[in-house]
Structure formats: structure tokens, C-alpha cells
């Protein structure tokens, strides 16, 4: 019900009068839109929320932004009566995980499904589980780029990779890309490059960033009553059948970028000489270059033949340039032999965003584990005190009061938690608001749980166990810290938030007793809140400007000189069982 009220006031907003953007992906209340809150709460059937103002604003706010942020088919899919967010990185379902922060219950609101209540759940960071182990070991073949090396490096003090030769030369044909100002003229001149391929009898996998866009394309491709095939997250279950057969001769198949993840495309014997498989990508990646290498890979694999070419969507008007200044190839496509800078801008973009999401990683890699510690924390200060409240025997009769205190405490300090990072969602990332963030969250759990109720006179009639309790939270802060000047050695970050930011919140699963145990919130929003998910907040964002000297050599076809070798690293990502992962909880030295 409190949910629905939301999504009423919402749709009664009007872009402009009662809410203006603040990028792209924001949205901000205007004056006249609270003022409409506050009247639309007069009414009679809503006097219960009187005094809630603010909290209605935040929801308001957070489901207007969300549905400029979040698109279907892009960012998750409708399944039943189910919302299940895509992962970026690998095109596929994350049928276990929920958008948290609100986001979640209020897309499923905003597409009239149910809406389901979150849980607040206990995570430990995963770089902070693999450290558990004295040895680390792992392969991948795009580990050799800057970045990726010093990531690896800094979260787990890796700095040795190995370089094992290939088995096979790579026969690879990695064709020069095109760059369109017109999408459409685009999307029609793949269609017919494909068609092409299909008719000379070389299997093509198209690979696009979104199901939204893999199904225009197979719209377009029906069209012209060429066959094909679609693999996205829609029919994730169809997905051994269809890669089976996408290295068959003249078959085409239309992708997001999960195809060929975990199983390579299988060429007929009768093309595995002659043509191989042909990649056609629509993108760049916004996140990092070793994502555009590791689709170039679904093609030419173990000395196979095989050949890749993106065809781009280019707006010149993102970089100040307009689009009359260019010289043409053919309609709408630009010549590149005069405007070799095109390119040089496109990868510059993609450094700068891989560059830039990286420190994001680093830096919310400390906020969990920094919340870890809280978690940690509040369970042994609860059983702390309530260890020595029951050696007190005349105080048995309230340890009910003193129990839901310590709850009442926490689930405070959670909302108010909420509330920063929602307001901050923007800006968590630069020095001044981290640094912020750090000293209100830690400073309001210390009020919250040392200034609790009953407890606050527990502590004062037992010095000794308000000291211990004061040592243990110095030595969760020295231990934050450490992690910190480790990670975060030479790194300064901005001093304005980037732009274009697209948070996705998730969190996976555990148990806390001191969690999950029941407390009634005196604050509408605070009932609400009162099973939301502990937050492991990963921005993914692109930041469109040119840095540096960060040029490349355009002179040959894109792959020349640019092809990276296959690494083994020394980095394992060996998930143990969730019965370690729960024991690991109960740890002290993480980092």
C-alpha cells in the first residue's frame, strides 16, 4: 500500500514543473513537486503519513530517477511475475540477486508485478575471502592491460604474471571498424554485411549490448526473411541448442554478449579450414577494453580462421564536433582515412572510463568491507552486553527491553545508512563525499549503539565492559585502515563526481541473529526498511572526455599491434561452499 502511494504521486509529476534533471540519469525534486507531496498528504486517507515528508520525497525522487536509470531489456527482464536484473558484463540472468536500495520493489511497482520485500543480509567482500588463502592461482587471457594489472595488484598484492605461449597461431582477421552518425543506416548496413557472410557460407554471431537491441535486429533480420537465430536473456534456456549450431554453415546468430561465455562455438569441419566464424559487434564496451578482446575471442579459436568487425554509433555532438565537418565514405558513415581521430577518441573514451570505474571498484571494495566490520561489530557488541546483563540476576526482568533496544538501535543506524547513500548516489566516489560518508556512518553506529537505550546504563554501571567495548571499536577502525592505505596507496580520487553515473545495487545472501531478529520501527519508511538488503553498491558508469597522450597506432586494421597475448595469473577465484563462506563470517583478520 505505502508503495502504491509512491507510484500515485509519481505519475502525477510532470517533467519541469515538479521535477528537473540533474543529468541524464537523475532526477531532483523541484520546490512546486514537494509542495504537491505535501498537499496529497492532507488528504484524509493519508493522514498516517503526516510527518513523513521527507521520506515520501526520497521514494518520489528514487522512482522518477528509476525510471530514467533502469530500461527492460537493457538493465533486467519480466519473467512471470518476476524482475530479474542482467548482468552488464555478461549478458545473463541474475536470477539470485535483487536490486536493493528501494530500486527493486519499486521497478516491480513501476511494471505491476508484486512487489516483494527485501532482507538485510550479511556479505563478505569476496577479494577479502580469496585472501583467506595463502595461494592464489588463475588464468585468463586479457589480464595484460594497465589497469587490470594494478587492480590485481593492489586487492591482492599480485604482481607476477606468467605468459604461457599460444598452442596455435592466431589466424584472426580483425577488419578495420566502421563508424556510422546514423544508427539506423547502421543497423541496415550490418543486416546486409551479415547477409553477405550468410550467402559465401560463413556462420556470423552479431553480438549486441542489450536484449532490447538483439531484438531489433532479429526484427530487421525477419523483415528481409533472412533466417537467424536470437540468444539473450530472454531465452537464456535455449542456449546449448542455439550455440550448437551457430558454427554451422550460412547460420546466423543475433547475441548479447553472454554468447560463447563457458563454450566455444563448434565450426563445421568444412569451414574450420576456410572461413571460421565471423563476429559482427554493434559496441565498445563502456567498461573495459578486455571486454571487446574477449568477444573478438568467440572467433578464430585454437588456430582456427576466423575474422571480427564492429560497426559503431558514433554521436560527434557528445565530443563538440558536429557532424557536417566530417567527410563521408558513403551516406553517414565516416570516411576514417581522414578522420583517423574518431577512432583515437573512442578508445581514449573507453581508457578513461575503465580508468575511472576501477578506482569506483577499489573504493566501494572498502565500503563493504567496511560495513563487514559494522556487521561484525554490532553482533559482538550485542553479545557483549547481553552476556553481562544476564550475569546480573536482579536485571533479568528486562533483558527484553534491553534486547530490543540493541535492535531498535541497528535497525536505526540501517535506515539512516540508507538515507546517505541514497542522497549521495551520485557523488559516494569523490575524496570530499568518501571521506563524508566514512565519518557519518561511522559516527552515527557508535551513537546508535553505544547511546542506546537501556544499554547507554549498562555501560555506565559497568566501566570495564564499556572499555572493552571502546578497544574493540578502535580496532575494527585500525583495521578499515590498514585495508585502506593498502588499496588506496597513490590514488587520489576526483574532486567532482563523473559523469553519466548508473549505479546497480545488489547483495547476496547470509544470516545475522542480531539482524534478523523481530522489531517493529515506529517510522512508516523504517517498517518498510526493516528487511532491506545489505547493500554491495557497483557503479558502472562512462565518462565521455579525451585524457592524455593515450593515442594509438592507427595506421593498420584494428588488432595489429593491438592483439594481446593469453596470460595465466596468479588469481583464483575459487569459491568455497556457502558453509565456509558462513564460517568465514565469524573471522577478525580479514586483510
Same mark, same amino acid.
Given at each position: ?35 504537491i ?10 493522514q498516517w ?19 530514467l ?10 519473467? +512471470? ?10 549478458g ?6 535483487? =536490486?536493493?536500495?528501494y ?37 585468463t ?32 582477421k580483425?577488419?578495420?571498424? *566502421? ?56 531465452n ?17 546468430t ?21 572461413t ?6 554493434? =559496441? ?8 571487446? $578482446?574477449?568477444?573478438?575471442g ?9 575474422s571480427?568487425?564492429?560497426?559503431l $554509433? ?12 566530417? *567527410? ?37 571494495l ?22 553481562d ?13 534491553? *534486547? ?24 559516494? $566516489?569523490?575524496g ?6 566514512k ?20 555501560l ?11 578497544e ?48 517493529q ?28 597522450? +593515450? ?10 599491434g593491438?592483439? *594481446? ?27
Amino acid at each position: 500500500e505505502y508503495f502504491k502511494i509512491i507510484r500515485m504521486i509519481s505519475e502525477n509529476m510532470g517533467k519541469g514543473s515538479h521535477y528537473e534533471l540533474k543529468s541524464s540519469h537523475q532526477a531532483a525534486l523541484t520546490e512546486q513537486g514537494k509542495e504537491i507531496i505535501k498537499e496529497f498528504l492532507e488528504k484524509p486517507d493519508y493522514q498516517w503519513l503526516k510527518g513523513y515528508e521527507s521520506d515520501v520525497e526520497l521514494l518520489v525522487q528514487t522512482y522518477i530517477t528509476i525510471g530514467l536509470r533502469y530500461q527492460k531489456g537493457i538493465h533486467y527482464v519480466v519473467q +512471470g511475475s518476476e524482475v530479474i536484473p542482467i548482468d552488464e558484463l555478461t549478458g545473463r540472468l541474475k536470477k539470485e540477486h535483487r =536490486f536493493a536500495l528501494y530500486v527493486h520493489q519499486l521497478i516491480e511497482l513501476k511494471e505491476n508485478t508484486k512487489v516483494r520485500g527485501d532482507e538485510h543480509l550479511v556479505t563478505l567482500p569476496l577479494p577479502v575471502f580469496f585472501n583467506y588463502y595463502r595461494e592464489k592461482t588463475g588464468m585468463t587471457g586479457t589480464i595484460d592491460f594497465p589497469v587490470a594489472r594494478e587492480e590485481l595488484s593492489r586487492i591482492y598484492g599480485i604482481k607476477d604474471v606468467v605468459v604461457i605461449p599460444a598452442k596455435c597461431l592466431c589466424q584472426r582477421k580483425d577488419y578495420a571498424p *566502421r563508424v556510422f552518425l546514423d544508427k539506423q543506416k547502421r543497423n541496415v548496413s550490418l543486416v546486409e554485411r551479415a547477409h553477405e557472410l550468410r550467402k559465401q557460407g560463413v556462420p556470423v554471431l552479431l553480438v549486441t549490448p542489450s536484449v532490447a537491441e538483439s531484438e531489433e535486429f532479429g526484427r530487421l533480420f525477419k523483415e528481409r526473411q533472412i533466417p537467424h537465430k536470437i540468444l539473450n536473456a530472454e531465452n537464456e534456456y535455449q542456449e546449448k541448442q542455439i550455440i550448437s549450431k551457430a558454427g554451422h554453415q550460412g547460420v546466423i546468430t543475433i547475441s548479447t554478449n553472454m554468447s560463447g561465455r563457458g563454450a566455444d562455438i563448434k565450426i563445421d569441419k568444412r569451414l574450420s579450414e576456410t572461413t571460421g566464424l565471423a563476429v559482427l559487434a554493434t =559496441f565498445k564496451s563502456r567498461i573495459s577494453p578486455r571486454l571487446d $578482446y574477449q568477444l573478438m575471442g568467440r572467433a578464430a579459436r585454437q588456430g582456427e580462421p576466423g575474422s571480427t568487425q564492429f560497426f559503431l $554509433y558514433w554521436n560527434p555532438s557528445e565530443y563538440g564536433f558536429k557532424a557536417d565537418k566530417f *567527410r563521408m565514405s558513403q551516406e553517414t558513415e565516416i570516411d576514417l582515412r581522414h578522420h583517423p581521430e574518431v577512432l583515437e577518441l573512442i578508445e581514449n573514451t573507453q581508457i578513461s572510463a575503465e580508468i575511472a570505474i576501477s578506482r569506483n571498484h577499489l573504493v566501494q571494495l572498502l565500503l563493504d568491507y567496511m560495513f563487514f566490520l559494522q556487521e561484525g561489530f554490532a553482533r559482538r557488541f550485542e553479545n557483549a552486553v547481553m552476556e553481562d546483563f544476564y550475569s546480573d540476576e536482579e536485571s533479568r526482568f528486562y533483558r527484553c527491553d534491553v *534486547r530490543g533496544s540493541l535492535m531498535s538501535a541497528w535497525k536505526g543506524y540501517l535506515y539512516q545508512r540508507q538515507l546517505i547513500l541514497t542522497f549521495c548516489d551520485n557523488e559516494i $566516489y569523490t575524496g570530499e563525499i568518501y571521506n563524508k560518508f566514512k565519518k557519518i556512518t561511522r559516527g552515527k553506529l557508535k551513537k546508535f549503539l553505544f547511546e542506546a537505550k537501556y544499554v547507554k546504563n549498562i555501560l555506565k554501571q559497568n566501566t570495564r565492559l564499556e572499555r572493552e567495548l571502546a578497544e574493540e571499536w578502535e580496532k575494527m577502525n585500525k583495521k578499515f585502515t590498514a585495508a585502506e592505505s593498502k588499496i588506496l596507496k597513490g590514488i587520489k580520487l576526483p574532486e567532482a563526481p563523473p559523469d553519466n553515473i548508473r549505479p546497480v545495487y545488489c547483495y547476496k545472501e547470509c544470516s545475522s541473529s542480531l539482524i534478523n531478529s523481530p522489531h517493529q520501527n515506529s517510522s512508516p519508511l523504517g517498517r518498510e526498511m526493516e528487511k532491506i538488503g545489505q547493500i554491495v553498491l557497483l557503479l558502472n558508469f562512462y565518462k565521455e572526455k579525451r585524457i592524455g597522450d +593515450g593515442s594509438i597506432d592507427l595506421s593498420s586494421p584494428l588488432g595489429e599491434g593491438h592483439r *594481446r597475448k593469453e596470460h595465466i595469473l596468479i588469481a583464483e577465484n575459487d569459491q568455497n561452499t556457502r558453509e565456509w563462506y558462513k564460517h568465514l563470517l565469524s573471522g577478525y583478520n580479514l586483510m
